[in-house]
């Protein structure tokens, strides 16, 4: 087995969409690509402008739909896998949704809850807080989760990741097992390449780890208390939540990061410690 390859001409920023394109699209064509990230991201079925009538409107007709996504088709936002299929979101579709139309997403209290809840009782048990971080982004997000400090690092989620049809073929699989078992020889650099309150999104071939060109990644560095740096990642179908896992890794940073969020925990421990995550 080979090791990781990262691009050497990578500088871990994400490609912007130029403003000339952003102009290109109308707020028609942005509502249709909206929509169709957010089925396929549900579905991972290729979407139609009559599936799109159906559900969405718009005030337009099928046929107008169909015209709309052939347009962002040509602009390269949009692919038809076959001739009679539906169509899904392309590498640059999908960045021009997490720059220019993804909302912001808090996390709802409850799921904050869950987090600090696992974490308080988990913490009292000794278990390491950086295996404990990847396995409950893992349980939240359904896709790899990933976790470490320079010397320790864990990786959960490897069965959420089997049951997506982009992860059937069994060469996928393997590339992706084979990325893990040299993850730690690349994340010197993944951390000296990112800032602390970074949070990077690389989308397809976006991916500075080449072999995972197939797959999105979330990933940011974190600051225990005691200053050292480490590192949280989500890796996935490049139809995988974007709002949810960065708002994930977010607040996941903040827990991991200072005694002021476990005396947080403390005080809201009565309402909290019947909450329960299962693995």
């Known amino acids: 087995m080979s090791a990781n390859r990262i691009d050497e001409g990578s500088t871990f920023g994400c490609p912007k969409v130029e403003p000339s394109s952003r102009t290109m699209l109308t707020n028609r064509q942005k509502r249709i690509l909206s929509a169709v990230v957010k089925e396929y991201t549900e579905t991972a079925v290729p979407i139609g402008s009559k599936h799109l009538a159906g559900k969405y409107g718009f005030n337009l007709s099928p046929a107008t739909i169909r015209a709309e996504m052939n347009e962002l088709e040509n602009k390269g936002y949009l692919f038809q896998p076959h001739t009679s299929a539906g169509r899904i979101p392309t590498d640059k579709g999908y960045r021009y949704f997490v720059e220019e139309i993804m909302p912001d997403r808090e996390l709802s209290r409850a799921e904050q809850k869950k987090l600090q809840a696992e974490l308080l ?16 982004l893992a349980s939240l997000s359904g896709n790899l989760a990933i976790s470490g400090l320079k010397d320790e690092f864990y990786d959960f989620g490897m069965r959420e990741l089997l049951d997506e049809p982009e992860f059937q073929e069994i060469d996928d699989l393997c590339r992706l097992a084979e990325t893990l078992d040299f993850i730690d020889e690349r994340v010197d650099r993944l951390i000296k390449n990112l800032k602390d309150d970074e949070v990077k999104i690389f989308i397809g071939k976006e991916n500075p780890i080449k072999e995972i060109s197939n797959c999105s990644m979330v990933i940011s560095p974190y600051r225990t208390k005691s200053g050292e740096k480490g590192i949280l ?9 974007y709002a949810k896992n960065k708002s994930l890794i ?7 990061g200072g005694a002021a969020v476990i005396a947080i925990i ?4 009565e309402s909290i410690t019947n909450i329960r995550i299962h693995f």
């Open 233 to 241: 990642a989500l890796i996935g179908p490049k139809r995988m939540k």
């Open 266 to 269: 403390f005080t809201n421990y």
């Open 250 to 256: 977010e607040y996941m940073k903040k827990l991991l």
């Open 121 to 136: 009782k988990l913490k009292a048990k000794n278990t390491r807080l950086a295996r404990t971080a990847a396995k409950l």
